[in-house]
Nanobody, 124 residues
Framework: VQLQASGGGLVQTGGSLRLSCAAS????????VGWFRQAPGKEREKVSC?????????YYADSVKGRFTISTDNAKNTAYLQMDSLKPEDTAVYYC?????????????????WGQGTQVTVSS
């Protein structure tokens, strides 16, 4: 399993970024995938997860609801995280993850292994 996140960068408060995650070693058809992030000096936290099983399930952390949108292109085995209305507190290294170990519309757990992340920096 390999996951490669990309699309990070430096953006001003209120701006947007779209992260991409190319996966190999598994397909998205029957699993959930997600995004996590880790800010300097803080623990890694869940951001969003998605699965098209069970009629489609998505999870968003309260801190990003209404601003971030997760999606997948199963034909390309690629996941995306559209991030709008970015805030300085969104600054972190963002990691894509999958297959997710547990997911629902209320939680998302992934125990690794982690791939390389992409840095997102939001300036005030």
């Amino acid at each position: 399993v390999q996951l490669q996140a990309s699309g990070g960068g430096l953006v001003q408060t209120g701006g947007s970024l779209r992260l991409s995650c190319a996966a190999s070693g598994f397909t998205f058809d029957n699993v959930a995938v997600g995004w996590f992030r880790q800010a300097p000096g803080k623990e890694r936290e869940k951001v969003s997860c998605i699965s098209k099983r069970r009629g489609g399930v998505t999870y968003y952390a309260d801190s990003v609801k209404g601003r971030f949108t997760i999606s997948t292109d199963n034909a390309k085995n690629t996941a995306y995280l559209q991030m709008d209305s970015l805030k300085p507190e969104d600054t972190a290294v963002y990691y894509c993850a999958g297959p997710i170990d547990y997911y629902s519309d209320r939680d998302c757990l992934f125990f690794g292994p982690w791939g390389q992340g992409t840095q997102v920096t939001v300036s005030s």
